[in-house]
């Protein structure tokens, strides 16, 4: 990684923040950690901790203190378009992960290959947990919605009180991986500031809209196949 000296932080305290943001994103997006974990570790909280490692490296010792003192640089600015920056690119990591575990939930409950050859019980069992499960989802959105136009994001325990709801609906009650993943990404939402969580209940709400047209279509096929089936 590259850094700078103490002589080229003379920049607008906006431009020190994103440069700083640019810096921690280059560096999580080359280390084997996953991206989202480095970027949690370096909150904006602790950007008085790491900062000068990202601005100065270890070959100059310089402090935060001296550069506070710069006629050139106010921190607290800085300090603020880093953590406005560090939360748009967390919440879209967060996004694309609670994206896939939505997907996922949708693969475990979608009709199998070869439909056709299931019974007639199969088939209204199959019809049955995605009507349940899609009405579930619908729940799921409006309140989503609601939350959307209120601008007031729902805190991490309902978000994640209802991603179990959906789950248990798909991989039951005993899948540890799903539960402590999604406990996980609450713990991380709830680093998010409203303008954050409104972000990722945005993108949570086309992830469940992606799964409801697909159930749509699953039962759309399923009736027609019924249809067919019932005409012989």
């Given amino acids: 990684m590259q ?29 084997p950690l ?15 901790k790491f900062a000068n490692e990202y601005l100065f490296g270890g ?7 001296q550069m506070n003192e710069s006629l050139y640089t106010s921190w607290r600015e800085a300090k603020e378009e880093y953590k406005k ?14 994206d896939d575990e939505i997907q996922e939930l949708y ?26 499960y899609a009405k579930v989802l619908q729940e799921f959105a409006d309140v989503i919605k ?7 994001p729902l805190p991490g325990y309902e978000l994640y009180n209802w991603l179990y709801k959906v789950g248990a609906y798909t991989v039951g009650l005993d899948h540890e991986t799903y539960y402590d993943t999604i406990d996980h990404y609450t713990d991380i939402y709830d680093m998010l500031d409203d303008s954050g969580k409104l972000k990722v209940l945005n993108n949570l709400l086309d992830s469940i809209d992606k799964s409801l047209y697909n159930i749509e279509q699953d039962l759309k096929e399923l009736s027609e196949l019924e249809a067919l089936t019932n005409e012989r």
């Fill in 146 to 152: 609601r939350a959307l136009q209120e601008e007031k």
């Fill in 85 to 98: 920056l560090w939360s748009e690119k967390l919440s879209a990591e967060l996004s694309d992960l609670i």
């Fill in 59 to 65: 070959e100059e010792e310089k402090s935060l203190e």
């Fill in 107 to 132: 693969t475990r409950i979608k009709p199998p290959p070869g439909i056709m050859h299931l019974t007639a019980e199969e088939k209204a069992e199959l019809i049955e947990n995605l009507e349940e």
């Fill in 34 to 48: 996953h991206l989202i974990e480095c970027l949690v570790k370096h909150a904006p909280k602790d950007l008085d």
């Fill in 3 to 31: 850094y700078i000296w103490l002589r080229e932080i003379r920049m607008e305290p906006r431009e020190l923040g994103k440069l700083i943001a640019e810096r921690v994103v280059h560096y999580c997006e080359h280390r």
